[in-house]
């Protein structure tokens, strides 16, 4: 019985690291995709969203290795008020590091509300306020 439960023990501290992050910026394979599947409906898509040009919007994605990289980046420039070249250049020196301590090399805080937002892909292509979670909402009230 002690070997049962050790084993289970064992197996819980093995796994229980692995789905903890996954909550964290899960929506971010499912928009790659997406963004490959359609290279020029998605450069539109964030010209629009950022209000950015096509040259800007090349450059940004040309930094990241992929496109859900890049649209971080950008919404974490905007939420710090900060250029996408400085938040490209705190990316770059902090590589590894994680999102959040991006976030707070930015002046970002990782818990605020806006943050956590993002992490969750509330604001993906939608105006500030009005993303994914509010029209899912809307559509269950319905």
């Not at 050790?6 to 499912?30: G, Y």
């Not at 994680?98 to 939608?126: C, M, N, Q, T, V």
């Amino acid at each position: 019985m002690k070997r049962k439960m050790f084993f289970a023990f064992l197996v819980m501290l093995v796994l229980l690291p692995v789905q903890l992050p996954a909550a964290d910026f899960d929506w971010m394979p499912n928009f790659n995709i997406q963004a490959q599947a359609d290279p020029s409906g998605f450069h539109a898509r964030l010209a629009t969203r950022f209000n950015i040009g096509d040259a800007q919007v090349n450059a940004v994605l040309s930094n990241f290795p992929k496109p859900a990289d890049a649209y971080v980046a950008l919404r974490l420039g905007e939420m710090s008020g900060k250029p996408i070249d400085d938040v490209t250049g705190q990316y770059k020196a902090n590589k590894g590091k994680g999102w959040g301590a991006l976030a707070k090399s930015l002046g970002i805080k990782p818990g605020s509300k806006e943050f956590h937002a993002l992490k969750r892909g509330d604001d993906l292509y939608g105006p500030k306020g009005k993303g994914k979670s509010k029209a899912k909402k809307d559509k269950k009230n319905k």
